[in-house]
């Protein structure tokens, strides 16, 4: 069983920056591609950022690109590096695992999901 707690969260001015992480309890964190997704108060949840088992490749959303880093310490932990926040970035952001490393963007490849951690960014 994988377990994946997040923390990291907490409130920003619009502008600003902040770091979440997504620490893993598996045996073997490289063979899963981790992802970040987000979900706004009376929106579905979506995808935010990915990374592959090894580390080597990232794919991001259109609306987070230049500004978010996907990136692991290929041990147990993902990070997710957020610069120049907006308060369109406001919400509730999960990590989730996906051991059939299909690098994907959809919610419905990830078998794992966190409890998540509360962004918030004022304007």
């Not at 695992?97 to 509360?118: C, I, L």
């Amino acid at each position: 069983q994988v377990q994946l707690v997040e923390s990291g969260g907490g409130l920003v001015q619009a502008g600003g920056s902040l770091r979440v992480s997504c620490a893993a309890s598996v045996r073997t964190f490289s063979s899963y591609d981790m992802g970040w997704f987000r979900q706004a108060p009376a929106k579905e949840r979506e995808f935010v950022a990915a990374i592959t088992a090894g580390g080597g490749r990232t794919r991001y959303a259109d609306s987070v690109k230049g500004r978010f880093t996907i990136s692991t310490d290929k041990k147990n932990t993902v990070y997710l590096q957020m610069n120049s926040l907006n308060p369109e970035d406001t919400g509730v952001y999960y990590c989730a695992a996906d051991p059939g490393q299909r690098h994907s963007t959809s919610t419905t490849a990830y078998v794992y999901w966190g409890q998540g951690t509360q962004v918030t960014v004022s304007s």
